[in-house]
C-alpha cells in the first residue's frame, strides 16, 4: 500500500528565505504528483502537478522537482513572504489498481514577517 | 465561475442523526471523490465515483453512503453507524482515470460537529 511522508511536519523561517519541502513516497508506480496548499479551516488548493515522466514543474516562486525511482519530491519556495505561511500538503496519484490520491500529513509552514 | 461547491461550511450533527454534505462541480469531471480530514491523520479516501450511477468504497467507508446520479452532484450522508463523525470533509473531482494528467481540484470543505 502506498504510502507518503512528509519532512518537516513544521517549519518556522524569516521572511526572505528560500526554502525546501520533502516528500517521500514508498512505491514508485505513479502516475504524478501534486502539491497543494491549505488554508486554516479552508480546502486545498493545487500548486503544481508533475507528471510521472516529468523531472520538475515551475510556478512563479515555486519550483518541484521529482525522483521517481528513489521515490521523492521537493517543493522550493523562493524569496519567501508571510503569505505563504499555510499547510502544504504533497499527494501521489498511483497505479496498481488504486483510485484516488494518496496524501502526506502535511508541512507546517510559517514565514516571519 | 468554474469550481467545486461545498455547503454547507459548517454542519452540527445531534447523536443518533443522519446528515448529508452537499457537493456540486461544474468542471465537467467524471470522477468525484470525498475524503476526511482529522488532526494529525492527514486525509483519507471515503467513497469515490468514476461515473454517474456508480461508485467504490475507499479506505474508511464504513458509517458513510453515497450517491452519484448526476455528473454534477455527489452527496455524501453520514449515518448514525459512523461511530466519529467530527471531521473536516472535503469532495474533489478530477477528469477520471489513471493517466500522468488526472489534476484533483478540491472544494472548501464542510465541518461537521457532533453537539
Known amino acids: 500500500k502506498q504510502e507518503v511522508t512528509q519532512i518537516p511536519a513544521a517549519l518556522s523561517v524569516p521572511e526572505g528565505e528560500n526554502l525546501v519541502l520533502n516528500c517521500s513516497f514508498t512505491d514508485s508506480a505513479i502516475y504524478n504528483l501534486q502539491w497543494f496548499r491549505q488554508d486554516p479551516g479552508k480546502g486545498l488548493t493545487s500548486l503544481l502537478l508533475?507528471?510521472?515522466?516529468?523531472r520538475e514543474q515551475t510556478s512563479g516562486r515555486l519550483n518541484a522537482s521529482l525522483d521517481k525511482s528513489s521515490g521523492r519530491s521537493t517543493l522550493y519556495i523562493a524569496a519567501s513572504q508571510p503569505g505563504d505561511s499555510a499547510t502544504y500538503l504533497c499527494a501521489v496519484l498511483s497505479g496498481g489498481g488504486a483510485d484516488g490520491l494518496t496524501f502526506g500529513k502535511g508541512t507546517h509552514l510559517i514565514i516571519q514577517p | 465561475d468554474g469550481g467545486i461547491t461545498q455547503s454547507p461550511k459548517y454542519l452540527f450533527r445531534k447523536e443518533g442523526q443522519n446528515v448529508t454534505l452537499s457537493c456540486e462541480q461544474n468542471l465537467n469531471h467524471d470522477a468525484m471523490y470525498w475524503y476526511r480530514q482529522d488532526p494529525g491523520q492527514g486525509l483519507r479516501l471515503i467513497y469515490y465515483?468514476?461515473?454517474?450511477?456508480?461508485?467504490q468504497k475507499g479506505d474508511i467507508a464504513e458509517g458513510y453512503s453515497v450517491s452519484r446520479e448526476k455528473k454534477e452532484s455527489f452527496p455524501l450522508t453520514v449515518t448514525s453507524a459512523q461511530k466519529n463523525p467530527t471531521a473536516f470533509y472535503l469532495c474533489?473531482?478530477?477528469?477520471?482515470?489513471?493517466?500522468?494528467?488526472?489534476?484533483?481540484?478540491f472544494g472548501q470543505g464542510t465541518r461537521l460537529t457532533v453537539v
Open positions: 508533475i507528471q510521472s515522466s516529468q
Open positions: 465515483s468514476q461515473i454517474v450511477n456508480d461508485f
Open positions: 474533489a473531482s478530477s477528469i477520471g482515470g489513471q493517466g500522468e494528467n488526472t489534476e484533483a481540484f
